[in-house]
């Protein structure tokens, strides 16, 4: 059974790199509770985006494909990238992930998902394990 003084050793040993196992599950868990709310979000989206209804997305998707997002004192963003919620080309850039994946953070102007930052560095981050594509940035041994 494990007390107070096994903890504060196991702490004290996290402290070592080679053993920072308490470090990486304390990363884990935010991780997990970001993806909550991010998938939180985005069913706030798709309830949103079913109360419009179809016509209704179609005519805002083509109004917003029709401007630039320069356009209405919009110029401090980085274009439309595709929403995952929607589909649509409408998800307005504010900025992108710091591992140049190109993944963005914004809102999208037809349903109001909100990628957040740490949503498009989580993403990229997936992206860069995972893609052949991806620059490359694992270690040489
Ligand atoms: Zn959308």
């Given at each position: ?30 991780r997990s ?21 179809d016509n ?74 995972y893609s ?10």
């Amino acid at each position: 059974m494990l007390d107070r003084h096994h903890v504060k050793a196991l702490l004290a040993l996290d402290d070592d790199l080679a053993l920072d196992c308490a470090w990486v599950e304390a990363v884990d868990s935010d991780r997990s509770r970001m993806h909550a709310r991010d998938a939180e979000r985005m069913a706030d989206a798709q309830r949103y985006l079913e109360l419009i209804g179809d016509n209704e997305t179609e005519r805002r998707a083509s109004t917003i494909n029709n401007q630039e997002p320069s356009a209405d004192g919009r110029s401090r963003h980085h274009g439309y990238q595709l929403c995952p919620v929607c589909g649509h080309q409408t998800l307005l850039v504010a900025g992108t992930d710091p591992f140049g994946m190109n993944v963005g953070h914004g809102t999208c102007l037809i349903c109001s998902y909100h990628r957040t930052e740490e949503v498009a560095e989580a993403d990229a981050e997936w992206m860069g394990i995972y893609s052949d594509d991806a620059p490359n940035t694992t270690l040489e041994a």
